[in-house]
Every structure is written in C-alpha cells, then in structure tokens.
C-alpha cells in the first residue's frame, strides 16, 4: 500500500493561515491532505500539523484566522534579524556547528525561562496531548546545533514541542525541554522535507521555500526521501503580495488565509496528481 506524507513548513503567523487556507481550498476540490499517513511540520507548520492531526476541522481552524488575532504576541522577523543570523550560518564549519553558532546567539540575545511564549502556543493550538497520528515537530537543540524530531511518546509535551519548533533565533527565547534548549527548526531547514524519507507520495506546503544550501533545498530534501510522486506549494505573487513582508504580523493573518484559499484553486491538479 502506498503511503503519504505531508510537508508543513515554516513562514510565522501568515505561513500558519495561508497554509490552512490552502488546506481548506484543497479540501473543497476533493484533495484531503489531513489523511497523510505521516506528518511533518517545522516552526508554523508545527502548529498546522499539530492542529490538524489531532482532529480539529480545517473548516474551523480556517475560519478562526479571519477573526482577530487577540491572544498571538506580534513581532518583526526583518532583514536585520536575518542578516543578523547569515554569519554564524555561512562561516566555515560542519551543519550542526553552524546551528550552535545561531543557537548561541538565541541564548545571548533572549535567555531561557521566560513561558510566556509557550503559553501563547498553547492558546495557538488548543490541544494538549500528541495525537495518535505519526506527526514530527521539528526544532534545533541550541547548544549542540543538533537537528531533533519531537515525536508522541518522546521527552517533550505537544505544547513544547511546538513552542520550540516556533523559536524563532532573535526573535523569541529558546525552549527549555528535558533540561536542555531548543530553537525553531528552520534553522536546520525551512520544511525539513527529508523526514517524510520512506513515503511513496509527499506534499509540501511551503511558505518559506528558500534555502541557503542546495543540499537544504527542498528539492534536495524530497530527491532523498525516494518518494515517486511529490509536489511543492509555495505562496504565488498574489499570494505573496497580500501577506506582506512581516511574517510575523497577526494584522495579516486574515490576508494570508483568504490568499491560501484562493491559490488552492490553481495548485489542485498538481497536488492530486502527486497525491494519488
């Protein structure tokens, strides 16, 4: 029997409602990708994987983007943060020792303890146990630079799992689990597409789709599942245009969901042909 996986990947706040937005439109057109025999989600993806797998209607969770954003800590990924991160990820040095560089950097900039963060997660997800679905939530342990899976049955609760998915480096503090610190997994990859390794059909939502290496792209990432079908989504012009430049913004949470909706229109054949 063949298997699917799903992709969730990074992109703040908007990533979060344009990805259920798209979910929803996809749904609609008859192509339901809540089924995924596996799920992976990284930082936004996180909260969509989580959210979704533990039986929460993506006609609900869709139509809670459209009211306003209350409970969510607005902030402000800009080009400064991330310039800030490119050296720590560009000197020379293997993959993790590069990670613990930004790690560091995390740590110096917002030390660990502060749990107001996690809290806004739990009010984000509203749930508080793992599902019984395969779902792998991603993050970077801080200090060694080490990429980790959070996983049901694993040393982490599903509310820190995510929140540590969600640590953005500079933007948020790291989450302390079992003793140690973990920041968002975007730092290792955007989607971490290679986690679905195994499936025989995988698609990728993906918000962000940059990457800085080519062995990091998503491409990259989905040659090295050997999956046979794959297809990747990420935000068109329009989409783009309507979500604006702050990821991070909770203003533009409606914008982005009705543009993921929207876009689903145009991306339906290309996901039901890679999803069988």
Same mark, same amino acid.
């Given at each position: 029997?063949?298997?699917?996986?799903?992709?969730?990947?990074?992109?703040?706040?908007?990533?979060?409602?344009?990805?259920?937005?798209?979910?929803?439109? &996809?749904?609609?057109?008859?192509?339901?990708? @809540?089924?995924?025999?596996?799920?992976?989600?990284?930082?936004?993806?996180? !909260?969509?994987?989580?959210?979704?797998?533990?039986?929460?209607?993506?006609?609900?969770?869709?139509?809670?983007?459209?009211?306003?954003?209350?409970?969510?800590?607005?902030?402000?990924?800009?080009?400064?943060?991330?310039?800030?991160?490119?050296?720590?990820?560009?000197?020379?040095?293997?993959?993790?020792?590069?990670?613990?560089?930004?790690?560091?950097?995390?740590?110096?900039?917002?030390?660990?303890?502060?749990?107001?963060?996690?809290? !806004?997660?739990?009010?984000?997800?509203?749930?508080?146990?793992?599902?019984?679905?395969?779902?792998?939530?991603?993050?970077?342990?801080?200090?060694?630079?080490?990429?980790? =899976?959070?996983?049901?049955?694993?040393?982490?609760? &599903?509310?820190?799992?995510?929140?540590?998915?969600?640590?953005?480096?500079?933007?948020?503090?790291?989450?302390?689990?079992?003793?140690?610190?973990?920041?968002?997994?975007? @730092?290792? =990859?955007?989607?971490?597409?290679?986690?679905?390794?195994?499936?025989?059909?995988?698609?990728? &939502?993906?918000?962000?789709? +940059?990457?800085?290496?080519?062995?990091?792209?998503?491409?990259? +990432?989905?040659?090295?599942?050997?999956?046979?079908?794959?297809?990747?989504?990420?935000?068109?012009? +329009?989409?783009?245009?309507?979500?604006?430049?702050?990821?991070?913004?909770?203003?533009?949470?409606?914008?982005?969901?009705?543009?993921?909706?929207? +876009?689903?229109?145009?991306? @339906?054949?290309?996901?039901?042909?890679?999803?069988?």
């Amino acid at each position: 029997m063949e298997t699917r996986a799903l992709v969730l990947g990074g992109g703040g706040i908007t990533g979060i409602a344009w990805m259920l937005g798209l979910l929803k439109g &996809l749904q609609e057109a008859g192509v339901d990708l @809540v089924g995924a025999d596996t799920v992976v989600g990284t930082s936004a993806g996180s !909260v969509v994987g989580a959210q979704v797998t533990s039986g929460l209607s993506v006609e609900e969770l869709y139509a809670a983007q459209l009211e306003p954003a209350d409970r969510e800590i607005g902030a402000s990924l800009s080009r400064l943060t991330l310039l800030r991160m490119l050296p720590p990820l560009l000197l020379p040095g293997s993959g993790a020792r590069k990670r613990a560089r930004v790690g560091r950097l995390a740590m110096r900039a917002h030390p660990p303890g502060d749990d107001r963060r996690v809290e !806004v997660i739990r009010s984000r997800i509203g749930l508080g146990d793992w599902p019984e679905r395969d779902l792998r939530v991603t993050a970077v342990d801080a200090e060694s630079g080490e990429p980790v =899976s959070f996983e049901p049955g694993g040393p982490a609760d &599903l509310v820190h799992a995510v929140a540590a998915s969600c640590a953005v480096p500079l933007v948020w503090p790291p989450v302390t689990i079992g003793g140690r610190h973990y920041v968002d997994g975007g @730092v290792r =990859s955007t989607a971490n597409a290679d986690l679905a390794k195994g499936a025989d059909r995988v698609v990728v &939502l993906a918000p962000l789709p +940059q990457a800085l290496t080519k062995r990091s792209s998503i491409p990259a +990432q989905l040659a090295r599942t050997g999956a046979r079908h794959t297809a990747v989504v990420s935000p068109d012009a +329009q989409a783009l245009a309507d979500i604006g430049k702050n990821v991070l913004d909770p203003a533009k949470r409606a914008d982005a969901a009705r543009a993921g909706l929207r +876009q689903a229109a145009d991306e @339906v054949d290309a996901v039901r042909d890679a999803w069988g």
